[in-house]
């Protein structure tokens, strides 16, 4: 079946610090995928996306690219702020009408 | 554009008992689905509505059941409450649940239940 890992927390960076978080996935076919970010308290965001290989997905600095030949989908990010302290979710959706399948997150902690 | 609303945010009840969680999707999406999280098993899928109809379901008890109103607004229902039902119940709206450039879900802040 499908299935998402993602590599575990808690990930603790100083702000400025370069942050990395892997994530490869298991699907037959093309999914299309997700990462999606959870502050505490509150339900997920969407924070970028990519439905095709070597497409690159970006927003608020984060960037992640779909790579079909390591089925990877990495997140990153040049300089975090303390503010970026959140969990992160990586996800797929099968070719198909098909269900989120989440990994199971990662935590982030910043400090100032 | 509003987003995705959930009511309510906080409900405690007792084992046994049943509860109601509602959903109202962006406007225009037509299509929800219900998750449930939990610290030990993290997001797992309960279960889409499309048009009035489920469209897919996860496996979840038969004590988890929903449904979708003709404006899109939906509803879950758990019945007979267990302690292991404590959860955020996030619902999430999207387009249409196929095509690539619209199968993105939305989510709202999600109903935070507690089974004493």
């Known amino acids: 079946g499908d299935s998402v890992t993602q590599m575990e927390g808690p990930v603790t960076l100083s702000e400025e610090a370069f942050l990395t978080i892997n994530c490869t996935y298991t699907?037959?076919?093309?999914?299309?995928l997700f990462w999606y970010v959870q502050y505490p308290g509150e339900g997920l965001q969407l924070l970028l996306k990519?439905?095709?290989?070597?497409d690159k997905g970006s927003n608020k600095g984060f960037e992640a690219t779909y790579r079909k030949e390591t089925t990877s989908f990495h997140l990153e990010k040049g300089s975090v702020q303390v503010s970026d302290s959140a969990v992160y979710f990586c996800?797929?959706?099968?070719?198909?009408?098909?269900?989120?399948?989440f990994g199971a997150g990662t935590q982030v902690v910043v400090t100032p | 554009k509003a987003g995705v609303t959930q009511t309510p945010r906080y409900l405690i009840k007792t084992r046994g008992q049943q509860v109601t969680l509602s959903c109202s999707p962006i406007?225009?999406?037509?299509?929800v689905s219900w998750y449930q999280q939990t610290p030990g098993q993290g997001l797992q899928f309960l279960f889409e509505?499309?048009?009035?109809?489920?469209?897919n379901k996860g496996n979840f008890p038969g004590r988890f059941s929903g449904r979708q109103f003709s404006n899109s607004r939906s509803e879950m229902n758990v019945s007979t409450l267990e302690l292991g039902d404590s959860a955020l119940y996030l619902c999430?709206?999207?387009?249409?649940?196929?095509?690539?450039?619209?199968?993105?879900?939305?989510f709202g802040p999600g109903t935070r239940l507690t089974v004493l």
């Open positions: 999430a709206s999207r387009l249409t649940p196929s095509g690539r450039t619209s199968n993105e879900q939305f």
């Open positions: 699907a037959t076919g093309y999914p299309s």
């Open positions: 990519a439905t095709k290989a070597d």
């Open positions: 996800a797929l959706i099968p070719d198909s009408w098909g269900k989120l399948q």
């Open positions: 406007s225009g999406h037509r299509s």
């Open positions: 509505y499309f048009s009035e109809t489920q469209r």
